[in-house]
Protein backbone atom coordinates (compact mmCIF):
# COMPACT_ATOMS: atom_id res chain seq x y z
CA UNK A 1 0.00 0.00 0.00
CA UNK A 2 1.55 3.42 -1.18
CA UNK A 3 2.66 5.65 2.07
CA UNK A 4 0.55 9.07 1.73
CA UNK A 5 2.87 12.21 1.16
CA UNK A 6 2.67 14.99 3.81
CA UNK A 7 0.23 18.11 2.94
CA UNK A 8 1.30 21.11 2.38
CA UNK A 9 -0.45 24.51 1.36
CA UNK A 10 0.57 27.49 -0.21
CA UNK A 11 -1.61 30.57 0.39
CA UNK A 12 -1.14 34.20 0.13
CA UNK A 13 -3.08 37.44 1.89
CA UNK A 14 -1.72 40.66 1.51
CA UNK A 15 1.34 40.52 -0.70
CA UNK A 16 2.46 41.66 -4.46
CA UNK A 17 2.41 37.38 -5.60
CA UNK A 18 6.34 37.91 -5.74
CA UNK A 19 6.31 34.88 -2.72
CA UNK A 20 4.45 32.22 -5.30
CA UNK A 21 6.35 33.12 -8.08
CA UNK A 22 9.55 32.61 -6.39
CA UNK A 23 7.95 28.62 -5.76
CA UNK A 24 7.76 28.45 -9.62
CA UNK A 25 11.45 29.49 -9.69
CA UNK A 26 12.27 26.54 -8.54
CA UNK A 27 12.40 25.26 -11.66
CA UNK A 28 12.93 21.53 -12.11
CA UNK A 29 13.66 21.26 -8.11
CA UNK A 30 9.78 22.13 -8.15
CA UNK A 31 9.86 18.21 -9.13
CA UNK A 32 11.44 17.24 -6.49
CA UNK A 33 9.30 19.08 -3.83
CA UNK A 34 5.88 17.70 -5.71
CA UNK A 35 7.13 14.35 -5.23
CA UNK A 36 7.80 14.50 -1.72
CA UNK A 37 4.28 16.23 -1.01
CA UNK A 38 0.99 16.48 -1.94
CA UNK A 39 0.09 20.17 -2.13
CA UNK A 40 -3.99 20.12 -1.63
CA UNK A 41 -4.27 23.96 -1.12
CA UNK A 42 -2.64 26.65 -3.64
CA UNK A 43 -5.21 28.80 -5.13
CA UNK A 44 -3.08 30.87 -7.10
CA UNK A 45 -1.66 28.01 -9.25
CA UNK A 46 -4.35 25.30 -8.93
CA UNK A 47 -8.10 24.63 -8.58
CA UNK A 48 -8.64 24.98 -5.00
CA UNK A 49 -11.96 26.29 -3.12
CA UNK A 50 -11.53 27.42 0.88
CA UNK A 51 -14.72 24.44 1.40
CA UNK A 52 -11.95 21.86 0.48
CA UNK A 53 -9.79 22.99 3.41
CA UNK A 54 -12.89 23.78 5.38
CA UNK A 55 -13.60 19.71 5.39
CA UNK A 56 -9.94 18.70 6.17
CA UNK A 57 -9.34 17.38 9.40
CA UNK A 58 -7.62 19.30 11.72
CA UNK A 59 -4.10 19.47 11.87
CA UNK A 60 -3.91 17.18 8.88
CA UNK A 61 -1.60 19.17 6.65
CA UNK A 62 2.04 19.27 7.57
CA UNK A 63 2.70 22.42 6.60
CA UNK A 64 0.97 25.74 5.48
CA UNK A 65 3.56 28.40 3.46
CA UNK A 66 1.55 31.66 4.06
CA UNK A 67 2.86 35.07 2.26
CA UNK A 68 1.53 38.38 2.60
CA UNK A 69 -0.08 40.78 5.43
CA UNK A 70 -2.71 40.88 7.15
CA UNK A 71 -5.37 43.61 6.23
CA UNK A 72 -8.47 42.48 5.84
CA UNK A 73 -11.33 40.19 7.26
CA UNK A 74 -10.92 37.80 4.93
CA UNK A 75 -7.35 37.35 5.15
CA UNK A 76 -7.98 36.86 8.99
CA UNK A 77 -10.14 34.08 8.72
CA UNK A 78 -8.08 32.51 6.10
CA UNK A 79 -5.00 32.57 8.47
CA UNK A 80 -6.99 31.68 11.42
CA UNK A 81 -8.68 28.65 9.20
CA UNK A 82 -5.22 27.23 7.87
CA UNK A 83 -3.65 27.72 11.10
CA UNK A 84 -6.30 25.16 12.71
CA UNK A 85 -5.91 22.71 9.68
CA UNK A 86 -2.06 23.00 9.84
CA UNK A 87 0.78 21.18 12.23
CA UNK A 88 2.99 24.03 10.98
CA UNK A 89 2.31 27.42 9.87
CA UNK A 90 5.44 29.13 8.24
CA UNK A 91 4.97 32.79 7.62
CA UNK A 92 6.84 33.04 4.23
CA UNK A 93 8.30 36.07 3.11
CA UNK A 94 9.03 39.73 3.98
CA UNK A 95 4.81 40.71 3.66
CA UNK A 96 3.94 37.84 6.90
CA UNK A 97 7.47 37.95 7.95
CA UNK A 98 7.68 41.53 9.36
CA UNK A 99 4.70 43.40 7.71
CA UNK A 100 6.11 44.10 4.28
CA UNK A 101 5.70 46.63 1.73
CA UNK A 102 2.32 46.65 2.43
CA UNK A 103 3.10 47.48 6.08
CA UNK A 104 3.99 51.08 4.97
CA UNK A 105 0.38 51.69 4.78
CA UNK A 106 0.43 52.00 8.73
CA UNK A 107 2.13 55.67 7.95
CA UNK A 108 -1.67 56.82 7.46
CA UNK A 109 -5.49 55.97 8.78
CA UNK A 110 -7.56 53.72 6.72
CA UNK A 111 -10.00 56.64 5.99
CA UNK A 112 -7.31 58.31 4.25
CA UNK A 113 -6.14 55.34 2.49
CA UNK A 114 -10.07 54.45 1.21
CA UNK A 115 -9.93 58.69 0.04
CA UNK A 116 -7.15 58.93 -1.38
CA UNK A 117 -7.63 55.30 -3.66
CA UNK A 118 -11.56 56.20 -4.53
CA UNK A 119 -11.50 59.71 -4.93
CA UNK A 120 -8.58 61.17 -5.09
CA UNK A 121 -6.54 59.24 -7.16
CA UNK A 122 -5.32 61.22 -10.73
CA UNK A 123 -6.81 58.18 -12.19
CA UNK A 124 -9.58 57.76 -10.86
CA UNK A 125 -13.40 58.59 -12.12
CA UNK A 126 -15.69 58.11 -9.45
CA UNK A 127 -18.61 61.46 -10.02
CA UNK A 128 -21.09 59.41 -7.71
CA UNK A 129 -18.38 58.96 -4.73
CA UNK A 130 -19.15 55.30 -4.46
CA UNK A 131 -17.21 54.07 -1.42
CA UNK A 132 -17.14 50.08 -1.12
CA UNK A 133 -19.12 48.95 2.03
CA UNK A 134 -18.66 45.13 4.11
CA UNK A 135 -22.98 45.46 4.82
CA UNK A 136 -24.21 42.07 3.07
CA UNK A 137 -26.67 42.67 0.08
CA UNK A 138 -29.83 40.51 -0.15
CA UNK A 139 -28.60 36.97 -1.40
CA UNK A 140 -25.34 38.41 -2.38
CA UNK A 141 -21.72 38.15 -0.35
CA UNK A 142 -20.49 40.68 1.83
CA UNK A 143 -17.19 42.45 1.58
CA UNK A 144 -14.42 41.80 3.34
CA UNK A 145 -13.85 44.14 6.08
CA UNK A 146 -10.52 46.59 5.39
CA UNK A 147 -9.01 46.82 8.84
CA UNK A 148 -7.72 50.02 10.40
CA UNK A 149 -3.51 48.31 10.28
CA UNK A 150 -1.63 46.14 8.30
CA UNK A 151 -0.24 43.02 10.94
CA UNK A 152 2.25 40.50 10.42
CA UNK A 153 1.13 36.98 10.75
CA UNK A 154 2.28 36.08 13.89
CA UNK A 155 0.07 39.32 15.49
CA UNK A 156 -3.40 37.46 14.49
CA UNK A 157 -1.94 33.42 14.85
CA UNK A 158 0.68 31.52 16.76
CA UNK A 159 3.66 31.06 14.12
CA UNK A 160 5.93 28.12 14.09
CA UNK A 161 9.03 29.31 11.69
CA UNK A 162 9.91 32.13 9.60
CA UNK A 163 11.52 32.34 5.87
CA UNK A 164 12.32 35.55 5.06
CA UNK A 165 13.32 37.72 1.84
CA UNK A 166 11.43 39.88 -0.72
CA UNK A 167 10.81 37.20 -2.03
CA UNK A 168 12.49 34.08 -0.60
CA UNK A 169 15.49 32.54 -3.00
CA UNK A 170 14.59 29.13 -4.44
CA UNK A 171 17.19 27.84 -2.18
CA UNK A 172 16.01 28.69 1.00
CA UNK A 173 11.92 27.90 0.30
CA UNK A 174 13.96 24.36 -1.17
CA UNK A 175 16.31 23.99 2.10
CA UNK A 176 12.84 24.89 4.77
CA UNK A 177 10.33 21.91 2.76
CA UNK A 178 13.16 19.69 3.36
CA UNK A 179 13.94 20.58 6.98
CA UNK A 180 9.98 20.20 7.45
CA UNK A 181 10.20 16.59 5.85
CA UNK A 182 12.94 15.78 7.29
CA UNK A 183 11.78 16.53 10.70
CA UNK A 184 14.79 18.12 11.52
CA UNK A 185 13.74 21.26 13.10
CA UNK A 186 15.06 23.84 14.71
CA UNK A 187 14.01 25.79 17.43
CA UNK A 188 10.58 27.08 16.85
CA UNK A 189 9.99 30.69 16.06
CA UNK A 190 13.68 30.32 14.09
CA UNK A 191 13.55 32.13 11.16
CA UNK A 192 15.11 29.52 8.47
CA UNK A 193 18.32 31.53 7.56
CA UNK A 194 21.48 32.12 8.62
CA UNK A 195 21.56 34.39 11.79
CA UNK A 196 24.40 36.82 10.61
CA UNK A 197 24.13 40.04 8.62
CA UNK A 198 24.58 40.57 5.08
CA UNK A 199 28.01 42.14 5.28
CA UNK A 200 29.40 39.09 5.98
CA UNK A 201 28.37 37.29 2.11
CA UNK A 202 28.94 40.43 0.91
CA UNK A 203 31.21 39.95 -2.62
CA UNK A 204 32.29 43.78 -2.12
CA UNK A 205 33.42 43.27 1.98
CA UNK A 206 37.32 43.42 1.03
CA UNK A 207 36.99 46.83 0.00
CA UNK A 208 35.06 48.43 2.84
CA UNK A 209 37.12 50.77 4.12
CA UNK A 210 37.93 50.53 8.20
CA UNK A 211 36.18 53.75 8.70
CA UNK A 212 33.67 55.63 6.38
CA UNK A 213 33.31 59.41 6.53
CA UNK A 214 30.06 61.26 4.82
CA UNK A 215 29.23 64.83 3.94
CA UNK A 216 25.92 63.68 2.11
CA UNK A 217 24.23 60.73 1.23
CA UNK A 218 23.13 59.86 -2.50
CA UNK A 219 20.40 57.70 -4.17
CA UNK A 220 21.65 55.07 -6.86
CA UNK A 221 20.00 57.40 -9.91
CA UNK A 222 22.36 60.53 -8.47
CA UNK A 223 25.63 58.96 -9.23
CA UNK A 224 27.28 55.84 -11.64
CA UNK A 225 28.09 53.44 -9.23
CA UNK A 226 31.33 51.87 -9.29
CA UNK A 227 30.48 47.64 -9.83
CA UNK A 228 33.74 46.54 -7.18
CA UNK A 229 33.56 49.46 -4.22
CA UNK A 230 31.50 49.20 -1.18
CA UNK A 231 28.32 50.61 -1.48
CA UNK A 232 28.23 52.39 1.85
CA UNK A 233 31.66 54.11 1.14
CA UNK A 234 30.02 55.16 -2.15
CA UNK A 235 27.77 57.16 0.14
CA UNK A 236 24.68 54.95 -1.10
CA UNK A 237 22.44 53.66 1.77
CA UNK A 238 22.38 50.20 1.93
CA UNK A 239 20.99 48.21 4.67
CA UNK A 240 23.61 45.09 4.53
CA UNK A 241 24.82 46.06 8.03
CA UNK A 242 21.12 45.47 9.51
CA UNK A 243 19.97 43.16 7.41
CA UNK A 244 19.91 39.34 7.60
CA UNK A 245 22.44 37.14 5.49
CA UNK A 246 20.62 34.28 3.12
CA UNK A 247 19.65 35.81 0.04
CA UNK A 248 23.49 35.31 -1.43
CA UNK A 249 23.76 39.37 -2.17
CA UNK A 250 21.29 39.14 -4.98
CA UNK A 251 20.68 42.98 -5.46
CA UNK A 252 23.86 44.03 -4.90
CA UNK A 253 25.27 41.79 -6.95
CA UNK A 254 23.12 43.77 -9.46
CA UNK A 255 24.99 46.70 -8.60
CA UNK A 256 22.25 48.02 -6.42
CA UNK A 257 22.08 48.66 -2.38
CA UNK A 258 20.15 46.66 -0.04
CA UNK A 259 17.05 47.78 0.93
CA UNK A 260 16.73 45.45 3.84
CA UNK A 261 13.88 42.66 2.74
CA UNK A 262 15.24 39.55 5.01
CA UNK A 263 14.70 41.40 7.92
CA UNK A 264 17.71 42.38 11.12
CA UNK A 265 20.15 39.53 12.20
CA UNK A 266 19.45 37.34 14.73
CA UNK A 267 19.43 38.64 18.14
CA UNK A 268 18.50 42.57 16.64
CA UNK A 269 15.17 43.53 18.05
CA UNK A 270 14.29 46.10 15.17
CA UNK A 271 15.81 46.64 11.91
CA UNK A 272 15.56 50.56 11.39
CA UNK A 273 17.02 51.41 14.75
CA UNK A 274 20.02 49.13 13.74
CA UNK A 275 20.19 50.98 10.07
CA UNK A 276 19.58 53.96 11.39
CA UNK A 277 22.70 53.85 14.22
CA UNK A 278 24.88 52.27 11.42
CA UNK A 279 24.18 55.60 9.07
CA UNK A 280 24.30 57.96 11.73
CA UNK A 281 28.02 56.80 12.69
CA UNK A 282 29.13 57.23 8.79
CA UNK A 283 28.40 61.19 9.09
CA UNK A 284 31.65 63.45 9.26
CA UNK A 285 30.66 66.18 11.13
CA UNK A 286 30.98 67.61 14.67
CA UNK A 287 28.61 70.50 13.87
CA UNK A 288 25.21 70.67 14.35
CA UNK A 289 24.08 72.54 11.50
CA UNK A 290 25.88 70.59 8.55
CA UNK A 291 24.74 67.36 10.26
CA UNK A 292 21.08 68.17 9.46
CA UNK A 293 21.77 69.42 6.51
CA UNK A 294 23.97 65.21 5.67
CA UNK A 295 20.92 63.79 7.51
CA UNK A 296 18.35 65.81 5.42
CA UNK A 297 19.69 64.21 2.27
CA UNK A 298 18.25 61.11 3.07
CA UNK A 299 15.12 60.58 1.29
CA UNK A 300 11.76 59.33 2.86
CA UNK A 301 14.07 57.87 6.66
CA UNK A 302 11.26 55.48 7.75
CA UNK A 303 10.33 54.34 3.79
CA UNK A 304 14.25 53.85 3.82
CA UNK A 305 15.22 51.91 7.17
CA UNK A 306 11.57 50.57 7.69
CA UNK A 307 10.80 49.36 4.01
CA UNK A 308 10.12 45.92 5.06
CA UNK A 309 9.54 45.95 8.90
CA UNK A 310 7.42 48.89 9.91
CA UNK A 311 4.77 46.46 11.87
CA UNK A 312 7.51 44.88 13.45
CA UNK A 313 9.34 47.57 14.47
CA UNK A 314 9.03 49.74 18.14
CA UNK A 315 7.56 52.71 15.79
CA UNK A 316 4.42 50.16 14.51
CA UNK A 317 2.25 52.75 12.83
CA UNK A 318 1.40 56.13 12.57
CA UNK A 319 0.67 57.00 16.09
CA UNK A 320 3.89 56.61 17.50
CA UNK A 321 5.91 58.55 14.81
Same mark, same amino acid.
Request: charged share 25%.
Given at each position: ?T? !???????Y???????? !????????????D?? #???D %?V??????????R???QM?????? *????N $?????????????????K????????????????????????R????? #????? *?????????????????????A??????????????? !????????????????????????????? !?????L *???? $???????R???KP?? %??????????? %?L %???????????????????? *??C???????????? $??????? =?V??????????? #???????????????? #??I???? $??????????????? =????
Amino acid at each position: MTQ !EKPKIVFYWCASCGGC !EEAVVDLAEGILDVV #AAVD %IVFWPVALDFKRRDVEQMPDGSIL *ATFLN $GAVRTSEQEEMAELLRRKSKLLVAFGSCSHLGGIPGLANLFTRESILQ #AVYFD *APTTENPNRVMPGSRQSKGGPALPYFSNQVRRLDEVV !EVDYYVPGCPPLPKIISQAVMKLLDGQLP !EKGSVL *APEE $GLCTECPRKDSKPEK %IALKAFRRPQD %IL %IDETQCLLAQGLLCMGPATR *AGCEAACIKGNMPCS $GCCGAPG =RVRDQGAKALSAI #ASLVDSKDEHEIDQIL #ASIADPV $GTFCRYSLPASLLQN =RRNI
